[in-house]
């Protein structure tokens, strides 16, 4: 069987390539979807899939550009937490060697997972003198992995040496997708994926593979695009894309002026000399009962659908950057430095800012399920009542 060559970017030359990355920092198993025009305004976009019309991943949201306020502060946040990123990616690649060997291939989930599985890759040259195969791919809630992309990965390396790599967790809901989608091709085909997630930071406890378990900034979460080599969210559109195709993807080359893409990973790779000896954590339990936590806290506010509760800093970023929130939620006594933009991206959307007393995250960030346009369900379509 014939694959479509990995898509993969040319810096030099933003026309020959996909992505502004270096072509050897990853392979892109996506469908250049460049020339459609997939974006809506949020509120008409999230009103298709709440009518049952659309599935979330079969459109883009119009890209969040930050304002020069905003992009200091997520400068501010990048300097001020570069060395704690370096030691979790320091962390988790020591993690992924030790248990699954010098050989392995790192698969970042696109497009979150990206930079982070970068890091790993430029960590292990660092300090071990690898050079290690790293490719994205697709996930989408509710459709599950991209089995394209993990029959090309069967096809070109051992699947018992893959890791797959993301930023950070929340209430696990990815973690379970890729668990759920990995059985389904398992028993499909006979070719087994290690559902192991490796992540920088996994407050929802439920990854064993993690840089930490603190509910902190990764601050590549702070943007869109101009932070994961100009790369769209995957889309996964049958109406775009033929039996065989990879999930697709845009290349926003006309946001190369905003990129900051090389400066993230250039600005921890940094910090890598300032490491030192890390040690891997002693408790490394998936707790089973975090989803019917935050469950709980939604349940507080008249959200009974744990789908749009979305907790942690990553996430509440996510809400706030691409989605209709309702309110957001700040734990009493969250570091200031995790929450600050969080806080300034509320303000800005109109979004009640309420702290919390106890809260099992620094922050929270609800979807109301009746009265906002963003009321999905697990399956990424609507949610009834």
Excluded at 60 to 77: S, T
Excluded at 94 to 101: A, I, K, N, P, Y
Excluded at 114 to 139: E, K
Aim: some cysteine; charged content about 20%.
């Amino acid at each position: 069987m014939t694959f479509p060559d990995p898509l993969r970017g040319n810096p030099s030359d933003l026309a020959g390539g996909f992505g502004s990355y270096a072509p050897d920092e990853v392979g892109w198993l996506l469908t250049d979807l460049s020339g459609v025009e997939l974006e809506a305004p949020t509120e008409e976009r999230e009103e298709a899939v709440q009518s049952g019309g659309a599935h979330y991943a079969e459109s883009l949201p119009q890209e969040f550009q930050p304002d020069p306020d905003y992009l200091a502060l997520y400068r501010r946040a990048l300097d001020g937490s570069a060395l704690r990123l370096a030691r979790a990616v320091a962390t988790v690649t020591g993690l992924v060697l030790d248990e699954r060997g010098h050989d392995v291939t790192l698969v970042s989930l696109a497009r979150a997972g990206t930079p982070v599985g970068i890091l790993l890759r430029r960590w292990a040259a660092h300090a071990h003198g690898l050079d290690l195969p790293h490719y994205a791919v697709s996930i989408v809630r509710g459709r599950g992995i991209d089995t394209v992309a993990l029959d090309y990965l069967a096809a070109h390396h051992d699947p018992s040496r893959v890791v797959f790599v993301d930023g950070w967790t929340g209430k696990g809901a990815i973690s379970r997708e890729l668990t759920t989608a990995l059985d389904g091709h398992a028993a499909a085909t006979g070719v087994r994926f290690d559902p192991d997630l490796a992540v920088l930071a996994d407050p929802g406890r439920c990854a064993r593979t993690f840089g930490t378990r603190d509910d902190w900034l990764v601050a590549s979460a702070c943007l869109n695009s101009t932070v994961s080599g100009l790369v769209s969210r995957t889309v996964l559109n049958p109406a775009l894309l033929r039996p065989g195709e990879y999930h697709g993807a845009k290349f926003y080359r006309e946001l190369a002026g905003a990129d900051v893409s090389a400066d993230f990973l250039d600005t921890v790779t940094a910090a890598f000399a300032q490491v030192g000896a890390v040690s891997a954590p002693t408790e490394r339990t998936v707790d089973p009962d975090r989803t019917a936590e935050v469950a709980r806290v939604g349940a507080r506010y008249g959200v009974d659908d744990v789908n749009l509760v979305k907790p942690g800093v990553g996430e509440t970023t996510r809400v706030l950057l691409r989605r209709v929130p309702w309110r957001v939620l700040v734990r009493a006594g969250a570091p200031a430095d995790d929450i600050a933009h969080v806080v300034l991206l509320a303000r800005r959307r109109g979004v009640p800012v309420e702290e919390v007393p106890g809260l099992p995250y620094n922050c929270v960030g609800l979807i109301h399920p009746r009265f906002t346009r963003g009321a999905t369900g697990a399956d990424g379509l609507a949610v009834a009542g």
